[in-house]
């Protein structure tokens, strides 16, 4: 993530600079209980300009700050846009023989559980996955399912680290 240079139109490192590390953002709606609350919203996310501006109040003065990224998310980005848009393209990657890692982080509260694991992850049918289904549960549906596919032999190994710091 890089804050806006207000004098220069560079933000965000992109894939063509040969960088390989790509930074993305999602940002969560209000919860039912910061709607309740009338909690302020304090981020907005352009999707098309890849930013996102942060809005704070600081001794009664109003502040903002805006962050490019390689790609946004906002908060009405559902489970398998974000995974069609920023988790295949890592997948094929891997399944072409490159290591990859996706990372989450964030404040306690700000939504990575539910944009990793998320919510149910099997249909109503059983065969297939729920909407709510992560980022966890739908590469490796995908992963497993071209392994099948495949008459040439594969090797998986998965790793997976949950660290809490607080």
Do not use: W
Request: charged share 25%; aromatic share 8%.
């Amino acid at each position: 993530m890089t804050e806006i240079d207000k004098s220069t139109s560079k933000g965000a490192a992109s894939v063509e600079d040969g960088v390989n590390v790509q930074v993305l953002l999602r940002c969560r709606p209000l919860s039912d209980k910061e709607r309740i609350e009338r909690t302020p919203q304090v981020i907005t996310c352009n999707e098309y300009l890849r930013e996102a501006t942060l809005y704070q109040t600081v001794a009664a003065k109003q502040m903002t700050r805006t962050f490019k990224f390689d790609k946004v998310f906002g908060s009405e980005t559902n489970q398998e846009r974000l995974f069609q848009q920023a988790i295949v393209p890592i997948v094929q990657e891997v399944l072409d023989g490159f290591n990859c890692t996706i990372f989450a982080y964030g404040q306690t509260g700000t939504g990575k559980a539910y944009a990793m694991g998320g919510g149910p992850h099997e249909s109503d049918d059983g065969r297939s996955l729920s909407a709510q289904a992560g980022v966890i549960p739908r590469p490796i549906k995908q992963t497993f399912g071209t392994i099948e596919s495949n008459t040439t032999g594969l090797n998986v190994k998965v790793n997976f680290f949950e660290l809490y710091n607080e």
